[in-house]
């Protein structure tokens, strides 16, 4: 876990409170530049001076923290009733809930995934979600990795993946998680 972050990538309230501390550190960046520059302008009462360019300089950072605060915002969260009932079926399974892969193409929200020893099941509702550029973009990856083998499956309605979960249970071998896709999920993620 990261000092700054009081959740970990794919727990529960991580997108709430990633989005939150992006929009604060991205105003407080702004409002840090502009003071500078305000110093500077009020001292010499001329935007000449060496703090105009300091102040120009820390709108970069400013800027990038905006880019990670829009797209921060566009990851929805599950809600509470959908959370507790995927949370009843997780029993001893590892699964991350949030998680908004980009590529150059697609975008793609999962509103949770389990990772299993060999497979990647997934609950998207998402109705723009392409399985297939999915697919293929997680593919690549996993290849990269040195992962294959992998069954990926995405659902796109609530009681198909809760039922999946359940049946998750009667198969033994797949309570074990492949650490790398899991690694891997997080690390490809916003």
Not at 48 to 53: A, G, P, S, Y
Not at 95 to 117: E, Q
Not at 147 to 159: P, S
Request: charge should be positive; aromatic fraction near 12%.
């Amino acid at each position: 876990m990261n000092f700054f972050n009081k959740y970990e990538k794919g727990e529960y309230p991580y997108a709430k409170y990633n989005m939150k501390k992006t929009w604060i550190v991205t105003c407080f960046l702004y409002a840090l530049s502009a003071s500078i520059y305000i110093m500077g302008y009020v001292t010499t009462h001329t935007n000449k001076n060496l703090l105009t360019i300091v102040a120009v300089l820390g709108i970069l950072p400013a800027s990038k923290s905006m880019i990670s605060a829009i797209m921060n915002s566009r990851v929805r969260t599950v809600d509470e009733s959908l959370k507790n009932s995927i949370d009843e079926k997780m029993d001893g399974l590892n699964g991350m809930y949030h998680l908004y892969l980009t590529s150059y193409d697609n975008n793609f929200y999962l509103a949770h995934c389990v990772v299993t020893n060999d497979s990647l099941i997934c609950f998207t509702d998402d109705k723009k979600f392409s399985v297939k550029a999915f697919d293929e973009h997680i593919k690549k990856h996993l290849k990269i990795e040195g992962v294959d083998g992998i069954l990926i499956k995405v659902f796109d309605t609530k009681e198909a993946y809760l039922n999946r979960l359940e049946q998750l249970h009667d198969i033994t071998h797949n309570k074990n998680c492949n650490k790398k896709v899991y690694d891997l999920l997080k690390a490809i993620s916003l």
